[in-house]
């Protein structure tokens, strides 16, 4: 008895757990997108995936009609490199397709520490048209890699993060 009923407590525990996939056209792919107003009424529309503990990331957001991908590295210790204006960036599809795209804006670095690291981050943001938009909507993301640097950083979307991001992609493009 006792067994079933931890079987049957473990399988309901999974059914309602498991993340529902998105479906393009069979979901809505506003859902989870987060909305934010600064007091003057700016809008920003936007949803972010973050690993490691926060300390690798990548976002999709819209902001003054412009939409844009962001993606967070992170480096050990201190450095004190800056993503200059043009950095390139790549998207890795699951269904093939590499976009290859070049920052929008200068990056610095970050400089954090917490009680077991010293460590610097950078939140490099890259523009993307609609054609770009339209791309991210039609699949999955599966990898982001930019240079930080002179080093490629390159991190690795699990597939319910995947579809995450393309679901926000669909929605900023409507």
């Known amino acids: 008895m006792g067994y079933r009923f931890l079987a049957l407590s473990s399988l309901i525990l999974i059914v309602f757990c498991?993340?529902?996939?998105?479906?393009?056209?069979?979901?809505?792919?506003?859902?989870?997108?987060?909305?934010?107003?600064?007091?003057?009424?700016?809008?920003?529309?936007?949803?972010?995936?973050?690993?490691?503990?926060?300390y690798l990331g990548v976002g999709i957001y819209?902001?003054?009609?412009?939409?844009?991908?962001?993606?967070?590295?992170?480096?050990?210790?201190?450095?004190?490199?800056?993503?200059?204006?043009?950095?390139?960036?790549?998207?890795?599809?699951?269904?093939?397709?590499?976009?290859?795209?070049?920052?929008c804006k200068d990056s610095g670095p970050i400089k954090r520490a917490n009680s077991q690291t010293i460590y610097t981050q950078w939140v490099i943001d890259f523009e993307i048209d609609n054609p770009t938009l339209a791309q991210l909507s039609n699949s999955p993301i599966k990898a982001v890699q930019s240079m930080v640097n002179n080093q490629p950083l390159q991190l690795e979307i699990s597939e319910s993060d995947g579809y995450t991001l393309q679901e926000a992609a669909d929605c900023l493009s409507q």
Do not use: H, W
């Open 62 to 103: 819209q902001l003054d009609g412009k939409n844009y991908l962001q993606m967070l590295f992170t480096m050990g210790g201190f450095v004190n490199a800056i993503c200059p204006t043009g950095t390139p960036g790549k998207v890795a599809l699951v269904d093939g397709t590499i976009i290859e795209m070049t920052s």
């Open 18 to 54: 498991t993340p529902e996939p998105y479906v393009k056209g069979q979901t809505d792919p506003c859902r989870k997108i987060d909305i934010k107003k600064d007091p003057f009424g700016k809008e920003m529309r936007s949803k972010a995936i973050f690993q490691g503990m926060g």
